[in-house]
Every structure is written in structure tokens, then in C-alpha cells.
T-cell receptor, first 118, second 112 residues
Framework: SQTIHQWPATLVQPVGSPLSLECTVE??????LYWYRQAAGRGLQLLFY??????ISSEVPQNLSASRPQDRQFILSSKKLLLSDSGFYLC?????????????????FGPGTRLTVL | RKEVEQDPGPFNVPEGATVAFNCTYS??????FFWYRQDCRKEPKLLMS???SGNEDGRFTAQLNRASQYISLLIRDSKLSDSATYLC?????????????FGSGTRLSIRP
């Protein structure tokens, strides 16, 4: 079965500090991978998605970046955090486009990282 | 108009009641539809995929109305454990990538 891991679970960082959040998926190959942010009491905002190694699409221009160095690894980074970067960061995977079929857009989320920028 | 709209609620209903909520979407080319459940301070979890003919899973029924561009979720015989936020998700796919839009969610609270 497939599992998705995220770490750390919680993080408190000062403004201006760097950020690195990691997400790994097990039990599947060539997944689509996603980073979302959820501000307190708000909906999910898609930040980045990736359909393959080194392929990153950005949905929202901001001071965050993403990388996919391996098939099942997705990293979210920032060089300098802002107060507005606080939120609940969620990584998700779905079956990749090569798989096809009606289930290819079903997303499965990791446990999330709760980031507080002070 | 938002791409995906949900009534934020909260819906406060007694245990055992039937409750339904809708979600409207603006892109008529949307292809995939889902309902997720999110508990407080937890990640969303897939509840149901919504197929064109509608589908049922135990106490939960999801339906799609393409003409009016909405999906619905019906919960019968509600349980205390059904208390959560229900997220509507709509996907319009292009080329080899997917664009997935989450609604802001509908809060449901089941009271004893």
C-alpha cells in the first residue's frame, strides 16, 4: 500500500530564516506530487505540483520554491520566511498521468507540517 | 465568482438526521469531482469520488449535476463521528498536468 510522509510535524521559525520541508511517498512510482498551504480557517491553496523528476509548476508567485530531486521526494523551500508564510503545509500525491483511469486525480495527503513564523 | 463555492456552515444537526450540502463550480469543462473530509488540525482525507451517475457508499451519497454545475453530498443517519469539515474538489485537466481546486469547506457538527 502507498504511504506518504512529511516532516517535521511542527516548526517555529523566525522571520527571515530559511525553510525546508520534505515529503516522501512509498509504494507507488511516477506519482504526481503537490504542495498545498492552508491558512488558519481557510481553504487549501495549491502552491506547486510536479508530474516528474525536476518538473515543477508554480501556481502562486511568492517566496517559496519546490524541487523534486527523486521520483518520490518533494521538497518545499524558502530562503527567507515571511510572517505570511505561517500555515499548515500539506503534501499530496496522486496517480500519475501515465496510469490513466478515473482514479488518477484522487489525491492522498500527508499528515502536514504546521509552520509558525514569528 | 469563485471557481468552487461551498456554504461554509456550520451545519448543526442532531445525531441520526440526514444532512446534505452542495458545491457549485464555475468551469463547465471540469472533469473530476471529489468530496474530502478534514478533521480539525488534520489532513484532508478522500471521502468519495463523484461519478457522473452518482454513487453511494454506505450512508454517503454523492451526485453530480453537470447542467447546473454542482455536486452534492448526502449523509444519512448521521453519527457524532461525522462532525468535520467537508471539502469539495473540482479538477479541470489539461495536457499532462492537473489543476485541482478545493472549496473552502462546509463545517458539519453533529450533536447528541
Amino acid at each position: 500500500s502507498q504511504t506518504i510522509h512529511q516532516w517535521p510535524a511542527t516548526l517555529v521559525q523566525p522571520v527571515g530564516s530559511p525553510l525546508s520541508l520534505e515529503c516522501t511517498v512509498e509504494g507507488t512510482s511516477n506519482p504526481n506530487l503537490y504542495w498545498y498551504r492552508q491558512a488558519a480557517g481557510r481553504g487549501l491553496q495549491l502552491l506547486f505540483y510536479s508530474v516528474g523528476i525536476g518538473q515543477i509548476s508554480s501556481e502562486v508567485p511568492q517566496n517559496l520554491s519546490a524541487s523534486r530531486p527523486q521520483d518520490r521526494q518533494f521538497i518545499l523551500s524558502s530562503k527567507k520566511l515571511l510572517l505570511s508564510d505561517s500555515g499548515f503545509y500539506l503534501c499530496a500525491w496522486s496517480v500519475g498521468p501515465l496510469a490513466g483511469g478515473p482514479r488518477m486525480n484522487e489525491q492522498f495527503f500527508g499528515p502536514g507540517t504546521r509552520l509558525t513564523v514569528l | 465568482r469563485k471557481e468552487v463555492e461551498q456554504d461554509p456552515g456550520p451545519f448543526n444537526v442532531p445525531e441520526g438526521a440526514t444532512v446534505a450540502f452542495n458545491c457549485t463550480y464555475s468551469n463547465s469543462a471540469s472533469q473530476s469531482f471529489f468530496w474530502y473530509r478534514q478533521d480539525c488540525r488534520k489532513e484532508p482525507k478522500l471521502l468519495m469520488s463523484v461519478y457522473s451517475s452518482g454513487n453511494e457508499d454506505g450512508r454517503f451519497t454523492a451526485q453530480l449535476n453537470r447542467a447546473s454545475q454542482y455536486i452534492s453530498l448526502l449523509i444519512r443517519d448521521s453519527k457524532l463521528s461525522d462532525s468535520a469539515t467537508y471539502l469539495c474538489v473540482v479538477n479541470s485537466q489539461y495536457s499532462s498536468a492537473s489543476k485541482i481546486i478545493f472549496g473552502s469547506g462546509t463545517r458539519l457538527s453533529i450533536r447528541p
